[in-house]
């Protein structure tokens, strides 16, 4: 069975990322496709920056997390980063996560669900090529959401019915990409 992980890539209190990610998580399971979708909180980790010097006492926790985190990215097919976007950019929590992986994320696929003041579009593309330099591999299609439009007071997630379309699309070539680099793997 393929099995998919959707990263939510913000650790900031108050995110409006868990009911984004929620959504996503139940909107794709309800397609019945076949394929085991997960959660992957990136807050539940606690990594450190990489490349900080850590006292003797937290190095040992520091260790532990990173590996807990290289092995549920190893275990997926494929993912769906869940990602706002801050100052034009995706956050610095999942590009310092993402910079702890390699092997374990190549010849995958990603799509992209994001949100922001334009909809997440330039944390897509700036995710692009972070991705692109671990070798896996985005699709076209991405969700995009608006603080203004699909957020109640830019805190209460209520997306409009059309981004389903947009779901099931990307979705759709993420289930594909997954199913055809696995082949090489």
């Given at each position: ?35 085991e ?8 980790y ?21 590996k807990a ?6 275990s ?6 869940v990602t ?5 950019a995706v956050?610095?929590a ?7 992986l390699?092997p ?58 059309y ?9 759709d ?9 696995k082949?090489?793997?």
């Amino acid at each position: 069975m393929l099995k998919i992980g959707i990263v939510l890539g913000s650790v900031r209190q108050g995110r409006n990322a868990e009911a984004v990610t929620n959504w996503t998580y139940d909107f794709a399971t309800k397609r019945n496709d076949g394929v085991e979708y997960e959660i992957v909180d990136l807050a539940e980790y606690k990594l450190p920056f990489l490349g900080q010097a850590l006292p003797e006492d937290r190095q040992a926790e520091a260790e532990t997390a990173i590996k807990a985190w290289s092995e549920k990215m190893a275990s997926f097919d494929g993912y769906v980063f869940v990602t706002p976007e801050y100052n034009h950019a995706v956050g610095g929590a999942l590009k310092n996560a993402l910079d702890f992986l390699k092997p374990e994320v190549a010849n995958k696929a990603a799509g992209f669900v994001g949100y922001g003041s334009l909809g997440g579009t330039r944390a897509h593309e700036n995710m692009r090529l972070i991705l692109g330099e671990l070798q896996v591999a985005d699709v076209q299609t991405a969700l995009t959401f608006s603080l203004m439009t699909d957020f109640v007071n830019m805190s209460e997630f209520k997306p409009a019915d059309y981004h389903e379309a947009n779901a099931n699309g990307m979705l759709d070539q993420v289930v594909a990409w997954s199913k055809a680099l696995k082949t090489i793997r």
